[in-house]
Nanobody, 126 residues
C-alpha cells in the first residue's frame, strides 16, 4: 500500500486548507484511514479518522468543529478540510491507513498503523 499526501502550504490564521491522501496498491482490505500531525518539538498526534465503508468518523477534540474528514471511494482518496486554522495547527500532516480496528481509541494511536504517507507541511501564521 502506498499513500500520497498533498495540499499543505502557508495560510494566515482563520484561513482554510484542504489536504488529500491517495491510496494505491493493495487497498482492498483497508478500512480505516486517518490523519496525524507532528508539530515542532511535539509527538505525532491523531487528528481525524474515517472508516472507509461506513464513513464513520472520529476527531481529536482540538479540531472538532473546524476540520472535516471525508472519503472519495471512486478515487481511493481521503480529504481533510481544515477551516478556522490556528497557529497551533502548524505541523507536518501525515495520512495513515490500515485494516479495521476494534475501536476508535485504538485507531487513534500512532502505533496502530502500518501504512503511512510522506507528510505535507501546514504552516499557519498569526
Amino acid at each position: 500500500v502506498q499513500l500520497q499526501a498533498s495540499g499543505g502550504g502557508l495560510v494566515q490564521a482563520g484561513g482554510s486548507l484542504r489536504l488529500s491522501c491517495v491510496a494505491s496498491g493493495r487497498t482492498f482490505d483497508l478500512d480505516t484511514m486517518a490523519w496525524f500531525r507532528q508539530g515542532p518539538g511535539k509527538e505525532r498526534e491523531f487528528v481525524a479518522g474515517i472508516r472507509w465503508n461506513s464513513a464513520n468518523t472520529y476527531y481529536a477534540d482540538s479540531v472538532k468543529g473546524r476540520f472535516t474528514i471525508a472519503r472519495d471511494g471512486a478515487k481511493n482518496t481521503v480529504i481533510l478540510q481544515m477551516n478556522g486554522l490556528k497557529p497551533e495547527d502548524t505541523a507536518v500532516y501525515y495520512c495513515a491507513a490500515d485494516r479495521p480496528f476494534y475501536s476508535w481509541l485504538i485507531a487513534a494511536k500512532r502505533v496502530s498503523y502500518d501504512y503511512w504517507g510522506q507528510g505535507t507541511l501546514v504552516t499557519v501564521s498569526s
